[in-house]
């Protein structure tokens, strides 16, 4: 898949083969996130226990938002598969534009689901994939920045429902046309639903947990990560929010 | 390993658990960056082609000082593990400092092989994890960031010698006085280097690169790593940079 290219990035084959490629980046870092326990004060807003000059927020809000201030200058948020957890924050590229042909529509930048990707994560993933729960406060840095990791490999995750809706929409704009002008949630959501898919999506994480989690050469030590757990958190989180990102992305798709 | 426990970080066992640990990141990282080609261009210093104003050095170099600078300032470099590429860039702290007890001798902040770590690490371990021989235009913002993190996982487990050297100097403080006395290097090589472990720590990388550089789900899909090539990289460049960073440590440790 190559941005510059739209005909590569709208094919669903490859579209797959992505989201294939990115379970495996998003188990590699839950499993460095699980050497570590829950930490919960690296995600308290404002805690007086750390406290962090001139700034209204979390340690990893702070952490997070610095990150995306230097990315952004170096051009991250012009590419079409990346989403700002600040959007007020980010500056303008040091480097000349890479001028991104055209592949989703105008308003596609104003659905951002990374407060609720970030929420999630926070009261629900973090207490499945850490070590225990505890802080360890010689780790706060470490932690906030394995936790944007997986944060931005989520998020690219489930915006990708963004490409995922438009490859849709082309191969069928009739059908499409008529449930959005209807705005029929329930038949969008029934359109873009694939349970076989779903199901093999979840064996194939069970089957990769066991693998990358468990030292090959020591089967006998500790398991890094929970198959089951891994399989809750995508068909509970990250495979609905996907679909949420493609619903509300198809419901504007005759604005333009 | 507790850095705020000293006698937990000059535990021999604990300090070969978390180098046994570390070969999981690398792998883990080296995978994620062999799915980019090359990009000479990332790390061509001053390149017309990538300019960025007021700056002097590579888009590598630029990206990996701002996050050094953000790092610096949530407390990165108060960590004894923790050596930086751009130590005249870092800043102060903007928490309550750590106070870690310390562990290694007064001048260990001073022996820093990151120049020499980045200079290997793009001149002869890109060219054996990437893709291919090439640029990758619109991915240059997320091989940098790969890269950072290959370079400081690298740093770390080589850096990671100075807790070794310190372990074996208090456990046999009589016989390493006299190598360093003399300033007997071969001696000291000698008695840091255990070809049995050496030969072990190899044997388990083949084997992980086997298991985690290939989809379990999809045996016939393309190896992400090849064992001989991280074999070759550990054999030919971290375990004698690891070497070099132990004796350099050694041969001052009388100062103090
Ligand atoms: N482990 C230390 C040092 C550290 C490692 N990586 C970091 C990243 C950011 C800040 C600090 C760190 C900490 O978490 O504080
Ligand atoms: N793939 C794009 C966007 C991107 C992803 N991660 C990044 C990190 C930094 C800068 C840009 C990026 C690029 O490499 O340019």
């Known amino acids: ?9 709208l094919d669903l084959k490859n579209i797959r083969d992505e989201l294939l490629r990115m379970e495996d980046t998003i188990i590699f870092k839950f499993i460095e996130r699980s ?8 995600y308290s807003k404002n805690d007086p226990k750390l406290p962090i000059r001139d700034f209204d927020g979390s340690f990893l809000d702070w952490a997070l938002m610095h990150s995306e201030i230097t990315h952004s ?6 590419s079409p598969d990346q989403t700002p957890f600040f959007p007020d924050s980010i500056q303008e590229p040091i480097l000349p534009s890479i001028h991104y042909p055209r592949v989703l529509a ?26 225990y729960d505890g802080e360890s406060w010689e780790n706060f840095g470490s932690v906030a920045t394995i936790d944007i990791e997986c944060l931005q490999s989520l ?10 809706a438009e490859a849709k929409f ?20 029934q359109s873009i639903t694939n349970s ?11 089957v990769k947990a066991e693998v990358y989690g468990v030292d090959p050469t020591n089967k006998e030590g500790y398991r890094k990560i929970t198959p089951e757990y891994l399989v809750k958190i995508y068909k509970e989180l990250v495979i609905p929010l996907t679909k949420q990102v493609e619903v509300d992305y198809l419901l504007r798709r005759l604005e333009c």
Do not use: W
Request: with cysteine; net charge positive; charged share 30%.
């Open 1 to 9: 898949m190559d941005f510059l290219k739209p005909e590569t990035v």
């Open 35 to 42: 050497h570590f326990p829950t930490c919960p004060t690296v």
């Open 106 to 131: 105008s308003y596609s930048s104003e659905i951002n689901f990374n407060d609720s990707i970030k929420d999630v994560y926070i009261k629900q993933i973090i207490p499945m994939i850490s070590k």
């Open 196 to 206: 076989a898919v779903e199901e093999k999506i979840l064996e194939r994480l069970c």
């Open 155 to 164: 998020s690219r995750r489930i915006h990708f429902g963004k490409f995922v």
């Open 73 to 78: 200058r170096i051009r991250r948020f012009e």
């Open 170 to 189: 082309q191969a069928d704009r009739a059908a499409y046309s008529k449930l959005i002008q209807e705005k029929d949630i329930e038949g969008i959501y």
